[in-house]
Every structure is written in C-alpha cells, then in structure tokens.
C-alpha cells in the first residue's frame, strides 16, 4: 500500500514535518502514517518504569495523530508506535511508503544540527524519497511560493521525475542548472525555468549520491531555509 509516512516526535521540528506530510498526502491523495518511536535510554529497567516511558510515547503519537486528523481533509491517518530505534523503524516502513517526512532539528552548520541524526540516517536509507523539513512550528504561509529547485548539476532521471511531479502537484515552476527539455516535454503543465543564484525555492530536489557525496547537511548549505527532499529510493512516488 503506498502511503506518506511522517516521523512525529512531538517536537516543534516535527510540526513542519507534520503540515508537509498531510499537504503530501493531500495532494496524491494517499493516507498518512504518523510513525513514532520510543527506548529506554539507561540500560535494565523494571517493567513498571518501561510502562510510564510506553504511556509518554503512546501521548506523543496520538498528539500527532490526533492533530493530522484536525487539520487534514478527509485524510486516512494511522498509526505506528515502535520499541527501537527511529530511524531504523522508518527506514522499514518506507518499504511501504511512497514517501518518508522528517523535520530536521536546527539551522546552523554543523552536519548533525543541521539535520537530526535521524533524518540523515533515513535520507540515505530508505527505500523511497525522503523530504527533511527545516525549521521549528508550522510551515509559514508564503503568497508568493519560490520553485521546485533540482540541486543536482547533472540530476539523473528519478530526480527529475520526482522533481517535476512535485512541481505539477504544487503547480509551481522548476529551477534547475540542467538542461530540461526531454523531461519537460513530457510534463507540458509545468514552466521550467533556469537556476538564479540565491532564488529562494519551495523545495529543493537532490539524488541520494549528490547528497551523501556532499553530505547530507551539505546540500542546504547557500539555501534559504526550505525543505530538502533526497531521492534515491527503488520506487517511484505514486498517487492511488
């Protein structure tokens, strides 16, 4: 079953994540899976000091849940809670998934502050396109929305095709330094345009060799903040 899958921390990162998610899922008309994941971090524990843990995390995600089904418009949303690592649960499900959102946790330049260590886990090993979420609380509204931005110099064919249906989805244009014209022949709704240096874009497009080549951090860099998505994975995005 395709379906959009969000990693929800309850954190203000995961906001964002949160509102690209269900506008993902909106628009491809795909139900949403709110994932969530939980461990104890010290070693042995009694069973009663696991519960408590177990009770947080299961707040946590119906929190998530719960304001998924809120804001959405009549978005199937459901729902994971998982004992292990979180980003090796997400890398599992996106073999179900069309695509994975994670927020990220900061701003600043440093790899790991720049993209949480479990975005960046699941960037480079999910089994589907992963868009990281920049930024703390819900996405701000923009009237005037910057275009799908292609990263790569020389983007391979699966970049491109996500790129160009992200675009067609949010009926935006696409910026890229390649040249687009056998792609954009096959997509006639979609105005392409070249790449200005510092143009704000919506969302930047990289393949998952240009990103892990750089490093994953590394593709923000020189970027308003935006959201990132990495592609790289066996299976095309798809609507039902």
């Excluded at 701003?107 to 502050?113: G, K, P, Y």
Aim: hydrophobic residues 45%; contains cysteine; charged residues 20%.
């Amino acid at each position: 079953m395709n379906q959009i899958l969000l990693g929800y921390d309850g954190s203000d990162f995961s906001v964002q994540a949160l509102d690209w998610a269900l506008d993902e899922a909106e628009l491809r008309k795909l139900p949403l899976t709110v994932a969530h994941a939980w461990q104890w971090p010290y070693g042995q524990a009694a069973e009663e000091a696991k519960a408590h843990l177990r009770k947080a995390a299961e707040h946590v995600l119906w929190h998530g849940a719960d304001c998924a089904r809120q804001t959405s418009s009549g978005v199937r949303v459901e729902t994971d809670l998982h004992e292990g690592s979180a980003a090796e649960r997400l890398v599992e499900l996106s073999e179900d998934a069309a695509l994975v959102v994670v927020g990220s946790r900061g701003l600043n330049t440093l790899s790991r502050a720049v993209v949480g260590s479990v975005a960046e886990y699941v960037a480079v090993h999910a089994a589907c396109p992963v868009v990281v979420v920049r930024g703390p609380g819900p996405l701000p509204v923009t009237t005037n929305p910057g275009p799908i931005v292609v990263a790569d110099p020389a983007p391979d064919a699966a970049v491109l095709e996500f790129a160009f249906e992200e675009a067609a989805l949010r009926q935006l244009p696409l910026a890229a330094s390649a040249d687009l014209a056998e792609q954009a022949a096959r997509h006639p709704g979609v105005r392409t345009e070249p790449l200005a240096a510092g143009a704000s874009a919506s969302l930047v497009v990289a393949g998952r060799e240009h990103a892990t080549r750089a490093g994953v951090a590394g593709v923000f860099q020189g970027r308003v903040p935006c959201p990132v998505a990495v592609v790289g994975g066996r299976k095309p995005v798809s609507g039902s």
